[in-house]
């Protein structure tokens, strides 16, 4: 009988020792207070029609010593992403001038450039290896 006694006395012990869990607290914004609109930023409104992407995201992918694809049609400001999914490491290198060049990029890694205008280019490393950028108007 003691023991029970015991055990009911650790029990709420325990459950009175414990602390209480609130809930998060959520904002109202549509009710704000004059005071914090005041410290907040300015909103600005805008209408969606006149958000549009003008950049888009190309992937090339580097396998079996070719990339592809080989040729890709794109954008002023668009970003390339080189993605290396061959068994060595490769590079990426603006062919006549080399204007611009990444670094080795080994197995399973990435480089990326926003594209600013055509250009061909190929691997340093594997020569053979040949691409092309297309910037449209």
């Known amino acids: 009988m003691k023991s029970i006694i015991y055990l009911v006395f650790v029990f709420l012990l ?3 020792c414990s602390p209480k869990k609130e809930k998060p607290q959520v ?20 209408e969606a029609e ?3 992407n003008t950049a888009t995201f190309h992937t090339v992918l580097i396998k079996q010593m070719k990339f592809e694809p080989t040729e890709l049609k794109l ?3 668009d970003t390339v992403l080189w993605i290396n999914k ?6 990426i290198t603006e062919e006549v001038s080399k204007k611009w060049s990444s670094s ?26 040949k691409g092309k950028l297309l910037v449209e108007q």
């Open 14 to 16: 325990l459950s009175g």
């Open 27 to 46: 904002e109202d914004y549509g009710s704000m207070q004059e005071e914090k609109a005041s410290t907040s930023v300015p909103l600005v409104k805008v």
């Open 75 to 77: 954008h002023n400001g």
């Open 50 to 52: 006149s958000l549009k």
């Open 104 to 129: 080795k990029i080994p197995v399973n890694k990435s480089w990326s450039m926003v594209v600013k205008e055509s250009a061909d280019y190929f691997c340093s490393i594997h020569v053979v290896m």
């Open 86 to 91: 061959d068994i060595t490491d490769h590079d």
